[in-house]
């Protein structure tokens, strides 16, 4: 039995680029949005080589600013930053970044000065990046990926080797500035910031494209996702492959792991969101987009309700995935039902704000769309689950000596 959404997602408002009425070509599309790690900016790829910087307090009090009966379009102002001039930290403003190339990938880091760099033969570094450093990685059509200082909008490192789109960009969340880059090259390339960019490894493993790429809490496994059902899990540390999840019927777009790192979420053309154990390979839920669900050879082709994106918030319990079919859909990690729903024409990204109460999502019009993530109180189970399980594995809980339904509740296979 299939139970309908609750609620309509509570629309907050949206990002508009102006467009001419007959700009209908490619090379305009939202392709990544994202969050700084400390909730001070927004970004987005608004098409033509472009990326937006948004301070993101400023932007949310516009929003909240228009009233509790809705909020308008709020069309950008295009403010480039003075050239040259540091823009403090406490006072964030809006700027563009020409990337010279169509943006496919977007992702912050920021250092945290006590992780060392990987590389221990060389003494001197170019750049020596501090506490207050706020960067932006770029992964672009020509296959390179740029890094720009966030605060002055100044190119710092251009990285060059990949052959073909980089698709995605993932930084390790310990502050060492390790940057993963997923390409259409059919390769994952490893690139140390603090030893000035240099690359540390290529992990290659997958067939065709890679679409999608994230770091676990700890920074110690890195999944990959891309074409040909693939579904990858990497050692980090060794930079060998763990283990390949098999599941899906059809490419693998997206993928993200819960704030505890038990769990993690990949999305699929196949129609389905799978929630994995990634600590022993097994599947814990399906979240079907689709019903009844489609055949494997159905799934596996042209079936309009191809997933384009999924994304975790950070309260370890909701979950947003974006369709072909126009919808965006919140779902709790206890349930196979969306929780609530909203429109979204031509959706193909989205990421939650850092504090896990708004929703951004990119479409194909260079426009990004912002909804309130469903409210609810955390149980006092859950949140001493997360606790918990940031610091143990499946194979550790399942070892413990306490009864079987809490290991089973702290094992996530309850879902």
């Not at 994202?34 to 932007?59: E, N």
């Amino acid at each position: 039995k299939v139970s309908w959404p609750r609620s309509k997602a509570k629309f907050i408002g949206e990002l508009l680029v102006p467009v001419a009425p007959f700009d209908q070509k490619s090379g305009r599309e939202t392709w990544t949005v994202a969050f700084a790690p400390d909730g001070s900016y927004f970004a987005w790829s608004q098409g033509h080589r472009i990326v937006t910087l948004v301070p993101w307090s400023k932007c949310l009090k516009n929003f909240v600013g228009e009233g509790s009966t809705g909020v308008g379009p709020q069309r950008l102002s295009r403010q480039n930053s003075e050239g040259g001039t540091v823009v403090p930290v406490g006072d964030p403003r809006e700027h563009t970044i020409d990337c010279g190339d169509i943006v496919w990938g977007l992702a912050f880091g920021s250092s945290v000065p006590e992780k060392q760099s990987r590389c221990v033969n060389i003494e001197w570094h170019r750049f020596k990046f501090g506490q207050d450093q706020l960067l932006l990685a770029t992964g672009l059509n020509n296959g390179r990926v740029k890094i720009w200082d966030v605060y002055t909008g100044k190119l710092l490192l251009n990285l060059m080797d990949h052959t073909d789109i980089v698709r995605d960009l993932t930084f390790a969340p310990d502050g060492s500035l390790m940057l993963v880059s997923a390409s259409r090259d059919k390769t994952l390339r490893v690139w140390d910031l603090k030893d000035d960019g240099n690359m540390v490894k290529v992990l290659r493993g997958h067939q065709n494209w890679v679409y999608c790429c994230a770091f676990s809490p700890d920074s110690s496994v890195l999944c990959s996702v891309g074409a040909s059902k693939s579904v990858f899990l990497w050692d980090m540390d060794k930079y060998s492959l763990i283990r390949k999840l098999e599941g899906h019927h059809n490419d693998v777009v997206s993928c993200e792991f819960s704030p505890d790192g038990a769990l993690l979420a990949t999305a699929s053309y196949d129609t389905r969101v799978i929630i994995w154990d990634p600590h022993v390979g097994t599947v814990l839920l399906e979240l079907a987009h689709l019903f009844p669900p489609p055949s494997p050879i159905f799934a596996g082709g042209a079936n309009d309700r191809w997933v384009r994106s999924v994304a975790f918030c950070h309260d370890g319990r909701h979950i947003a995935s974006i369709t072909d079919d126009r919808m965006v859909r919140f779902w709790t990690i206890d349930e196979k039902s969306p929780k609530a729903i909203a429109p979204l024409i031509n959706g193909l990204c989205c990421a939650f704000s850092i504090d896990g109460s708004v929703l951004a999502a990119g479409s194909r019009d260079g426009s990004v769309h912002f909804w309130a993530c469903p409210k609810g109180i955390a149980s006092l189970q859950h949140l001493c689950r997360m606790a918990l399980r940031r610091v143990m594995s499946t194979q550790q809980v399942q070892t413990l000596p306490i009864p079987p339904r809490i290991r089973s509740y702290l094992s996530y296979q309850d879902l």
